[in-house]
């Protein structure tokens, strides 16, 4: 039970200074300033009506009706209220493409551009040379095909809208023929089944889960049909008695159909990333070589960019679908456009990739280099979390995550922390994990199996160097 203070110390309504004499208050001045009187007003009301709630209700004690109290309460609201809900956190989860940390970091040459176009007018949609109105994909176009070796390209905010509107402008009201393999569903239970269906567009599933077969395609092509669509496994593998039509193969039959062939790639990179020590993912180029027409991909994953959907291939089917209706609806902006033109001007020089480009920096960076981040922060972090929780340097594996390469690891390091003490071990690190969680800039590990693991892979070096000097400060 609560226990309450005798009821001569309990306040009335009557007992809570007016609004107008708290807003005269010599202490609210500089509140004012900073918030606004307009909020400060409305918050302050709101106060007083709870304050008043709870005094009606003989559950408001006198200490809380003086002025400096509420005002003191108030300014603990506005601070509450104002402070930005999208926070930066500092991923220690060794998942390195993380969907719900919002994926790829962008480098700095591509944070300095769209500094650059924030502040100031652009060419948006203005043809400097003809100075006639433009199309923005121009801005882009010719470098993306440049690096895919595409005839053509547009760009939407994501791959799953780049599905969408290629099916949309190409295969509405018709078929599309997909291996039942390959109907995959990614983040959220964003399924290709019902991407297709939002298109409008009638789904063919042919072959087994395991196994489809070249004659499978073939008898499912009738005048109806649209395009047989290949889905790229990203966030999956299918092993053991398997087959699988290959991507020259199906090209082989749309072309001898006269039926497009599509590809969507997913996560989609247009570098070998084998090497640089990495498994090997099929590049948007050699996907375009083997005579595809279409291929989606994001930009937000391997590619190291923002968030953006790509459809390259062929010019006729690239200009059919700039002139649909949904092109608009899903087009990016100027933001995301300055981002990816330098994002993609780096890989005119895959050499310096590693350097340059943040996204590559992380997946490549050598285990011993992690190892010493971690050994350095364990001395810190033990003494934060006090003699009840043991932390060790260990070694573990990191993830490339946003469904890329799901069965390959990274070698890494990190710490790992168990609890000790006399209580439930998982309570207790589900306790720490949450006080890691709530910190000013947030701290996010994983749990598996009562332990505590915090991958250092993605930390940087001022990040480290902040968490030693809190951590040393610091009692949990």
């Not at 209700?57 to 309460?73: F, G, K, N, R």
């Not at 402070?83 to 962008?106: D, F, S, Y």
């Not at 033109?341 to 895959?350: G, T």
Request: charged share 20%.
């Amino acid at each position: 039970m609560i226990s309450l203070p005798p009821q001569h110390l309990l306040a009335r309504p009557a007992d809570l200074p007016a609004l107008d004499k708290l807003l005269h208050q010599a202490e609210l001045i500089p509140v004012i300033d900073q918030y606004g009187r307009t909020l400060v007003t409305r918050q302050l009301r709101l106060l007083l009506a709870n304050l008043r709630s709870r005094a009606v209700q003989q559950q408001l004690p006198q200490s809380e009706v003086v002025p400096a109290h509420i005002i003191q309460q108030l300014v603990q609201r506005l601070s509450a209220l104002t402070e930005p809900k999208l926070k930066t956190v500092i991923n220690l989860t060794g998942t390195v493409l993380h969907t719900n940390l919002g994926r790829a970091l962008l480098p700095d040459s591509a944070v300095a551009a769209v500094t650059q176009v924030l502040t100031q007018a652009t060419n948006l949609e203005f043809d400097l040379a003809s100075g006639k109105r433009g199309d923005r994909d121009s801005l882009v176009e010719a470098l993306i095909c440049e690096l895919t070796g595409a005839e053509a390209a547009t760009v939407v905010n994501n791959n799953a809208a780049a599905v969408l509107l290629m099916l949309n402008a190409l295969a509405a009201q018709k078929e599309v023929v997909v291996s039942r393999g390959e109907l995959v569903e990614i983040g959220g239970s964003f399924r290709i089944p019902d991407i297709m269906s939002s298109a409008g567009s009638t789904l063919v599933e042919v072959g087994t889960t395991n196994r489809t077969h070249y004659a499978d395609y073939e008898r499912a092509i009738n005048e109806r049909t649209a395009m047989l669509m290949k889905v790229h496994c990203s966030n999956y593998a299918v092993v053991g008695f398997t087959k699988e039509t290959t991507l020259a193969e199906l090209v082989e039959i749309g072309q001898q159909h006269q039926v497009p062939v599509t590809v969507d790639l997913g996560s989609g990179t247009l570098v070998d990333l084998a090497q640089w020590g990495l498994p090997h993912e099929p590049t948007v180029r050699e996907t375009v070589e083997v005579g595809v027409d279409l291929v989606t991909f994001s930009g937000d994953k391997l590619l190291g960019g923002p968030q953006a959907g790509f459809i390259v291939g062929r010019k006729a089917l690239i200009e059919t679908i700039k002139k649909h209706p949904l092109k608009r609806a899903l087009r990016v902006g100027k933001l995301t456009l300055a981002a990816l033109e330098s994002v993609l001007a780096l890989y005119r020089s895959p050499e310096l990739l590693p350097e340059r480009l943040t996204t590559l920096r992380l997946l490549t960076r050598p285990q011993p280099e992690i190892q010493q981040q971690a050994q350095q922060l364990q001395p810190s972090l033990q003494q934060a979390v006090g003699e009840d929780y043991q932390v060790t340097c260990v070694a573990m594996h990191s993830q490339i995550g946003s469904g890329a390469m799901p069965i390959d690891s990274l070698p890494s390091y990190g710490l790992a922390i168990q609890y000790q003490g006399p209580e439930k071990a998982g309570r207790q690190i589900m306790h720490l994990e949450r006080w890691l969680r709530t910190q000013p800039q947030p701290i996010l590990g994983r749990i598996h199996k009562n332990t505590l693991y915090l991958d250092c892979r993605c930390l940087t070096d001022q990040q480290a160097k902040m968490l030693q000097e809190r951590w040393s400060h610091t009692r949990l």
